[in-house]
């Protein structure tokens, strides 16, 4: 970085003679008259030698020949007029030597390019006075060359590295000085009070063509395009990158101008053309401006180029992402293995007992938080060691493995089956009623009862003893997983003392707890469509399936449902801290909840009812219609039960035993 008081404080910074700055003054009276410019050049002999020799120079074509200044400034114009004697002010301050001389060349070759392309411009447009865009488009650079002067070594620098990585300019330099040449220019220009409208087409050549295009079509306009194409043509002309220059001159000549390419060529060949006539007139090496067919051939050449790198470069990316994706697929397999590895029974290929801890443990701290009941099944395959000894190890293993397959196949997909040890296996069911999760456990039984195993062509009687048992979860509860196992394996033993291939159950469940499930679920959304014949078991099971139930905190529904103010919740919360109990059981021993609002809380935590009815809308179920009538039956009903009453609910329901199509 550069700290840019360095070029401010520098006595090499680029300024104008005082014959430019009084024509700057008198140049923006609003009564300027000839004679106010020609007193001014008169008191500068250079000035004015310049001023007559470029009035009788090709450039401008005049028929006869002018001896003086007083007849040169109304042929020309005052604004012309000052235009040359700023360009002369500017030219005279470009001309060195030393090792950075080429890079002043190529400047001001280029400064002079951008001028005569905008003044071009404005007779092809009629847009402005031509004298305007000439000063316009010669001051683009004009940071360059204040730069070139303060800070020629990291100039210079700067100027390479953009070349050699076919970067824009002014990207490098804000990169590597922390300012670029725009910047640089538009303060200079201010400290020189050159009009506004330059200074705005200045301070935009850069723009995109989006920018460019969504430019209101104010005054200032017209110029700022005009200067922005003026840059993309003297970056061709004198330019390294020709290909990328090219590409964004037919963008720019095609969305500003609307030239095609043959146009454009010979637009190109006008600047050409304008740039020779003024050669000796601006002080300009023309072999630094190559002819326009001869820049054409080298961009496009240039351009060929960059099509084959990034042709190859865009095959070596395909090749590396090809690469990457089978890696990945070789890593993604390798991590397949490694979890059936560490979580999977090899033989019967479903969870093994670490897998299954862990999720035991996941699921009881979720139902602590939710108050939500967790079931174990534990299941043994009955007679086993005699199975092996009678058919060998062989058909033992087949058995395990069609038992697995059979019990997994009886579960849900939110249910965890594993493989406890030996012929043990042990299934963990999520929010399971007491007579579900015996259902559950006959389900699992009546399942490998019924399936045919055989052995050398005769059928062998397989079955299974299954103990249940269930719990709610308390807050801060230690060593629940190890009792709902020993209780779930206690009840299995049970099964097989009354004659193996039969069920058992064991509760963990005080009587409060158990009344109060009872009552939560019969406060649930489905259990009610179920009763009222609305949808069956399984349509239901099929939504609730697909149903992601966003969970709150029974505090925050208390007062979504206005059963508790803020001030409320904030004390059950204390108590709750201060006991370690439950939420709704600190509700309670406050007095700020009964059990049947505590059950609705839990019951709506647990299954919201408005997420519920648009699953079944989605489902294609219900419309929205019928959706909204059940939602409102519901609702009364239960404020009823919940002692809130408001409305008598509808005397009949609908009956709706299959999905809507």
Known sequence: MVDPKRIWSSPHLPSLPSVAVRLLEVSRRPELEVRDVVEVIRTDPAISAKILKATNSSY???????????????????????????????????????PVADHYRNYWAQSVVQ??????????????????????GLLIDLGRLAMLKTIPNEFSAVIDA??????????????????????????????????????????????????LRALENGAEAPL???????????????????????????????????????ELARFLEQVKARVDEGADLFCIDTELISDPADLMATANEQLAQLAMREHAAGAQARAQQEATERERALLEDKARLLERQAFRDPLTQIHNRQFFGESLSKEL?????????????????????????THGHQFGDEVLVRVAKLLGGALRKSDVLARYGGEEFVAMVVQPTEKGLGKVAERLRTRVESDLFERAGQRVPVTISVGTALAVPRRDEQGLDE??????????????????????????????????????????????????RVFD?????????????????????????????????????????????????????????????????????????????????????????????????????????????????????????????
């Open 60 to 98: 401008f074509g005049l028929a006869s020949q002018v001896t003086s200044v007083e007849r040169a400034v109304p042929l020309l114009g005052t604004t012309m007029v000052t235009s040359l004697a700023l360009s002369f002010s500017v030219v005279q301050n470009a001309v060195t030597g030393g």
């Open 115 to 136: 001028a005569t392309t905008a003044e071009l411009l404005s007779d092809r447009t009629k847009a402005g006075l031509a004298c305007e865009y000439f000063l316009a």
């Open 162 to 211: 953009a070349a050699e990585n076919g970067r824009p300019l002014h990207e490098i330099e804000t990169e590597r000085l922390g300012f670029d040449h725009v910047e640089i220019g538009m303060k200079l220009m201010e400290t020189w009070s050159l009009p506004g409208a330059i200074m705005q087409s200045v301070h935009r050549h850069h723009a995109s063509l989006d920018e």
């Open 224 to 262: 700022i395009r005009a200067t922005a194409f003026a840059a993309d043509v003297g970056e061709y002309f004198c330019g390294r990158s020709k290909g990328h220059a090219l590409t964004r001159l037919r963008a720019s000549a095609s969305e500003l101008f609307g030239m095609g390419h043959a």
């Open 365 to 389: 701290d979720r139902c602590a938080r939710t108050a939500s009941t967790i079931g174990l099944i534990f299941l043994d395959i009955d007679h086993f060691k005699q199975l092996n000894d």
């Open 483 to 532: 009792r709902l196992i020993a209780a779930a394996d206690q009840a299995m033993y049970e099964s097989k003392r009354n004659g193996r291939n039969q069920v058992a159950s064991c509760s963990l469940l005080s009587d409060d707890e158990r009344r109060l499930l009872r009552l939560v679920n019969s406060l649930k959304l489905s259990r009610w469509l179920v009763e009222r």
């Open 537 to 661: 078991v399984p349509t239901l099971t099929k939504a609730l399936q697909a149903t992601d139930t966003r969970w709150l905190r029974v505090g925050e529904i208390a007062q979504r449902q206005q059963m508790l103010s803020m001030e409320q919740v904030d004390h059950v919360l204390a108590e709750q801290s201060r006991s370690g109990v439950r939420f709704g059981e600190a509700g309670i021993g406050l007095g700020l909840l009964c059990e049947t609002r505590l059950a609705r809380l839990l019951a709506l935590q647990q299954e919201d009812p408005a997420t519920l009815v648009r699953t079944l809308v989605r489902l294609g179920m219900l419309d929205e219609g019928e959706a909204a009538g059940l939602i409102d039956a519901y609702s009364i009903e239960t404020e009823i039960r919940t002692q809130r009453p408001k409305q008598q609910p509808p005397a009949h329901l609908p009956l709706r035993k299959q999905p809507v199509r």
